[in-house]
Structure formats: C-alpha cells, structure tokens
C-alpha cells in the first residue's frame, strides 16, 4: 500500500557531499518513524539516522555531526544530506518506514572513492 524510493546516491570522492531523497506514495505522517538504513558487502544492516513524528532525530556514532535527516511533509519526502563523505561510507542506503508495518524502498547506492 505503501512505496518509498530513494534517489540521490552515486560516486563522490572523499570529503564530499550528497543528498539522499525518499519519496512515499502517501502520507509520511502516518509513520511512527522514518529512517535511512545502509548495508555494505559482508556486513548487516545497520541503522544510519532516524526521524520521529514529533520530530526527534538520532544518528548513529559513525555519522553523527556529518549526516542530517530531515523531511518535508509537504512533498511527501525524507532526506539525508551526507557531508564529508567517508571511504567508510560506501554502502546501499535503503529509506524505510515504519507504522503498523514496516515499509522498504529498494535502496540507492553510495560509494565514496577517488
């Protein structure tokens, strides 16, 4: 019932900045939370930043004070804005949802080399 798809990923040298967008077919206020994800070769999904209703924000360690999560009600729309990218950074970031269900989109890929 639900779609999220990301855009925005691609190839940035380190020290760079790109910004990632989700766009849901409905409402994102009908989710509890919103939150981007990532998942590199060999290694589990990992939670990277998320959004409350009420607005609240969390990062993870690794991101913090370089990532910014953020929304737009209006259009629909969550965003990551990634600053001084980090080789470390590499992975697919997935956007996802979560209300009564868990909502996925189908991932946009980041790589961070020179």
């Known amino acids: 019932q639900v779609q999220l798809v990301e855009s925005g990923g691609g190839l940035v040298q380190p020290g760079g900045s790109l910004r990632l967008s989700c766009a849901a077919s409905?409402?994102?206020?009908?989710?509890?939370?919103m939150g981007w994800y990532r998942q590199a070769p060999g290694k589990q999904r990992e939670l990277v930043a998320i959004i409350t209703t009420r607005g609240t924000t969390n990062y993870a360690d690794s991101v913090k004070g370089r990532f910014t999560i953020s929304r737009d009600n209006a259009k629909n729309t969550v965003y990551l804005q990634m600053d001084s990218l980090k080789p470390e950074d590499t992975s697919v970031y997935y956007c996802?949802?979560?209300?009564?269900?868990?909502?996925w989109g189908q991932g946009t890929q980041v790589t961070v080399s020179s």
């Open positions: 996802n949802g979560q209300g009564r269900g868990s909502y």
């Open positions: 409905g409402s994102i206020s009908s989710f509890y939370a």
